[in-house]
């Protein structure tokens, strides 16, 4: 029972990850010798005894059946953490205190409806879980006042349920990976051009209810602007949103229920906006002097509206260290700041792009580099997070911040966030690397996304935590979202009514009210 992701790394059981050579020699010029981090065996981590009793247990085995229901200590501890590095360091340590007392797999959207149901009259807290890649602390919950938690597993909802190719849309249960999704929609003729880093792992209801932003948000957009219409399981019954491209009905409400994290209801079925998989695919590169440079090329790209479908800049240090060629970290770059271009469609189209790209790119001081380290981040673009894992093998504490802002804003939120990580994490091994792309552009503004190693203490949780309020207060103070598509969680919470302000909060409390009086839905979550 669960999914097939390594219970303390990051995906694939039989991905060991190791560091390249070059790697290696970076890291100990930049914080002395290597030290490996030894991580507990499985057999020995003991979990808290599960708290259901066997009339509890047996309510929710006449709903899924007997097969569904799983109080076993390794179905719970995979269903205990996400995947931020505090995660991974909590389960290598063997700490899975919040572990969910059983792990139940509903079958569709009335069986998920239906454990809702019996969850608020046995008052068991719920959890709903579908890939297990929050980097948020999104599904460790707090059941100190509830009779139990039960991680609702939503696997089974792994269907595609419709295609209406006249209108270019397809209707997926909530449970479908990433993966999946797209050869479903293969059989089609159809692609749905959603590919976050988690994309191997991550489910289409995970994209909706963290308002998840993929590799190709330049031309495809964000997963929220490719939702038609979402149906939603409530303790008090089904919430069906959406039944036209757009309407003046009111305020969206499927906007109350995109980033809701699990705390308003269960998305069962998402409704998206599809493509035709395109004939050509192509990637190439791009050198600026300067990251300042290559994010003004960016901002004319976007405001003259010439949108490839990927577009990413690193800026000075993530090029010299080719943090976006995983395999090649640490080896000889090029210098300057590289842009990654990608371009889908039909063979024309693709040649346009490329024509029309080029021109303002020339006229900006960019330099054409080639294709070649294009194909290869696109061969590796989903391999970064098993570098993570082998950079932690060997005490080298490394985790993510993402933010976004306005363009003329950008400077001074980068600098803040440079500065806030710099001054939390330098000790006497040295200074924190800090590197940065921007990967997801609008017309207004850019997300920025950080990667961050330092040498890691002797309680390296502890030792991100100061990071993290340190650099989640200068995003705040510089005018920056608290998050841009990783969602709120329990890790952005403190930081999100200075974003949506004291009325914010109180809508957000009234629809939790609203909707889950109870207050059994991913408790602790969201809501400040």
Known sequence: MGNDMHWSRWGDPGHTGTLPEAAIALLELAFGPIEPRATIPLEDVRLPPARLDAEVLAAYVGVVGELNVSTADEARLRHTHGKSTPDLLAAREGD???????????????????VLRLSRTLRVAVV?????????????????TFAGVIALDLARLDH???????????????????????????????????????????S?????????????????????????????????????????????????LRQVVLGSE???????????????????????????????????????????????????????????????????????SGGGALMLCGYEGTEQRVRRMREELSAVLRERGGTFVGEQDGRDWAAGRFSAPYLRDALLDNGVLVETVETATTWSNLPRLYAAVQEALAAALTTEAGAPMVLCHISHVYRTGASLYFTVAAKE?????????????????????????????????RDHKPWLAAEIGDQGVAVLRAVKQALDPEGILNPGVLIP
Not at 469 to 488: E, L, N, P, Q, S
């Open 128 to 144: 709903p879980y579908g890939g297990g890649t929050s980097v948020v602390s999104g599904l460790s919950a707090d059941g100190t």
């Open 262 to 332: 699990g705390a308003f209801g269960v998305i069962t079925e998402v409704t998206v906006a599809v493509r035709p998989v395109p004939a050509e695919r192509a990637y190439e590169t791009w050198r600026f002097a300067s990251f300042e440079g290559g994010a003004d090329a960016m901002r004319a790209l976007v405001q003259g509206d010439v949108n490839p479908t990927v577009l990413r800049l690193s800026d000075e240090l993530e090029t010299a260290v080719n943090l976006a060629k995983p395999e090649q970290i640490g080896s000889e």
């Open 204 to 252: 289409i209801g995970g994209f909706a209810a963290t308002r998840s932003s993929g590799q190709s948000s330049s031309g495809y957009g964000r997963f929220d602007s490719m939702v038609v219409s979402l149906k939603v399981a409530t303790p008090d019954g089904t919430w069906e949103l959406g039944v036209a491209p757009a309407s003046a009905a009111g305020p969206d």
């Open 96 to 114: 899975f205190a919040a572990a969910p007392d059983a792990v139940v797999r509903p079958a569709d959207h009335d069986e998920v409806l239906a």
């Open 160 to 202: 595609l349920l419709a295609v209406d190719v006249v209108s270019s849309t397809a209707t997926l249960e909530a449970g479908v990976l990433g993966p999946r999704a797209e050869e479903l929609l293969a059989e089609h003729g159809m692609t749905l051009g959603h590919f976050p880093q988690s994309f191997e792992y991550a």
């Open 457 to 489: 203490l002797v309680d390296g949780r502890a030792q991100w935590a100061l990071a993290k309020a340190a650099v989640g207060d200068a995003i705040v103070a510089a005018g920056g979202t608290i998050t841009h598509h990783h969602a709120v969680g």
